[in-house]
């Protein structure tokens, strides 16, 4: 292990979301990472729409993944809307720039919704300062490039990044994992909306959700959750 790899872990140990985010009160879908195809060593990114494109970056990397099969099912999904109003389209929209992102912990398995360029930022810290690589760290970056020059970029790696996906729709296994976040944050309602009703003051036929900040919905209404 390198001495940035430790200060790396050391660093990421004691870090909190940004003080201003809002933290939501639901956990992140465990296999968000893997249905974005994200493979950073960081243990935070974020995700935004940016120039019509669903985005991730965790402040040293980006790229893009699909929209209709990741992105959408996930930030447009009832619960997400009720513990974030308005911030789906605060994230980006085909015709505004985005003025939040959705920040993701894996270790802690938490969400957050801070301010665009502050998320940035955060993500950022989070990694040590860019130095020269050594000779050996050289060598293997030079192996991964000559692998990367040498594999062919096929039309399913295309379609993973979400180019296509109007046409073709998202890799089986992207469609897949988008299919398991919506399982899991039904989950996750149901659990909300059971708890709820366990609350209710005999005699009440309309139950309210709580914990959702600056937000209050009536479940009944909601029965197409």
């Not at 015709?95 to 665009?116: F, H, N, P, Q």
């Not at 979400?162 to 309602?189: K, N, S, Y």
Request: overall charge negative; some cysteine.
């Amino acid at each position: 292990m390198t001495e940035d790899t430790r200060n790396l872990g050391d660093m990421a140990e004691s870090m909190t979301f940004p003080v201003s985010a809002t933290t939501l009160p639901i956990p992140m879908p465990p296999m968000l990472p893997e249905a974005i195809s994200y493979s950073g060593a960081g243990r935070f990114f974020g995700l935004w729409y940016n120039g019509h494109k669903a985005t991730w970056t965790d402040g040293r990397s980006m790229a893009t993944f699909p929209y209709f099969a990741i992105y959408a099912p996930l930030v447009d999904h009832p619960l997400m809307r009720a513990c974030m109003p308005n911030t789906s389209w605060e994230l980006g929209t085909d015709d505004s720039l985005a003025s939040k992102i959705l920040l993701c912990d894996r270790e802690e398995g938490t969400m957050a919704v801070a301010d665009y360029a502050e998320g940035h930022r955060f993500l950022s810290d989070q990694h040590p300062p860019l130095r020269p690589p050594t000779t050996e760290e050289a060598a293997v970056l030079e192996q991964k490039i000559e692998k990367m020059m040498s594999d062919p970029f096929t039309l399913t790696d295309a379609r993973r990044l979400g180019l296509f996906e109007t046409i073709g729709g998202a890799p089986r296994r992207e469609q897949e994992l988008g299919q398991t976040i919506v399982q899991f944050l039904d989950q996750c309602l149901k659990e909300i909306r059971k708890m709820a009703e366990q609350e209710q003051p005999p005699g009440r036929h309309s139950t309210q959700s709580e914990g959702f900040p600056g937000h209050t919905t009536n479940l009944e209404e909601r029965e197409s959750w």
